[in-house]
């Protein structure tokens, strides 16, 4: 299988995998001005040459858009395989090219958000202890930081004190979100329009630097929604998923 990696030069033209469609359409226009802006801090995309989810995305994890440290480590965003190309150890491919190229930039090791349990946006925590992983530090309701150390006395990485010190205070529903994933950028403005349509309130607070992202009070710094101070979910909500939420508050 053929690999593509994005550069400043190609990113125009390719496709980023998770949202296929052309660069007018909003979420891929936000998805690539945040990838053009990342890639000159060592922010790796790469994909197979196919036309669907097959990519895994890396960053120096220092400039990694989450409340980690993990000095000199290699901080995996996304590895995503679904569909059709399920089955064909694409995962095994991309996986292995980041580990090469990781230890070819001298990281100690690799870093990924997982659960405890398989769930929708976060790696698939069986396949990584499968692969090596272990976990490393844990953060509540059920996010585990996995990491990969590339020698066994490499320093181990934990999540900062700003998920652990929690305090989201604001009452109603706070929404924190990142441009690092394209699905925000349709869906975040339509549940904040249905919030304010029926006077509910609702806080975003957009997060635009990594500077912001790596103090964030939750460990998913691309969509995490809280209500009252309660973490809800991780998961981007279409109208309809939101719509429930509202059911399920009595609202």
């Not at 802006?37 to 960053?59: A, Q, S």
């Not at 090596?132 to 530090?137: A, I, L, P």
Request: aromatic fraction near 14%; glycine fraction near 4%.
């Amino acid at each position: 299988m053929e690999l593509v990696k994005l550069t400043q030069d190609n990113i125009e033209q390719e496709h980023i995998c998770c949202a296929i469609a052309n660069n007018k359409d909003i979420q891929v226009m936000s998805k690539k001005n945040w990838l053009k802006e990342r890639l000159d801090e060592g922010l790796v995309f790469l994909k197979c040459n196919v036309r669907g989810k097959c990519f895994i995305e890396y960053i120096p994890a220092e400039y990694a858009w989450v409340p980690i440290e993990a000095k000199d480590y290699m901080y995996i965003n996304c590895l995503w395989v679904s569909g059709q190309f399920k089955g064909h150890r694409y995962s095994n491919l991309l996986l292995n090219e980041c580990i090469e190229d990781s230890k070819k930039k001298g990281k100690k090791g690799l870093v990924i958000l997982s659960s405890k349990k398989k769930m929708g946006y976060l790696s698939d925590p069986k396949y990584m202890k499968y692969k090596g992983f272990r976990t490393v530090d844990t953060a509540n309701p059920y996010f585990e930081l996995m990491y990969f150390p590339f020698t066994e006395n490499a320093a181990k990485p934990c999540f900062k004190n700003s998920v652990h010190q929690q305090e989201i205070i604001a009452k109603g529903f706070e929404l924190y979100y990142t441009n690092q994933c394209p699905f925000t950028a349709k869906y975040v403005p339509l549940i904040e329009n249905m919030a304010q349509t029926r006077g509910i309130d609702f806080h975003v607070i957009h997060i635009q630097s990594k500077e912001d992202a790596q103090n964030a009070p939750t460990p998913f710094t691309t969509f995490s929604l809280f209500y009252n101070g309660e973490f809800v979910t991780h998961e981007t909500l279409s109208e309809k998923k939101f719509e429930k939420i509202l059911v399920e508050k009595g609202l």
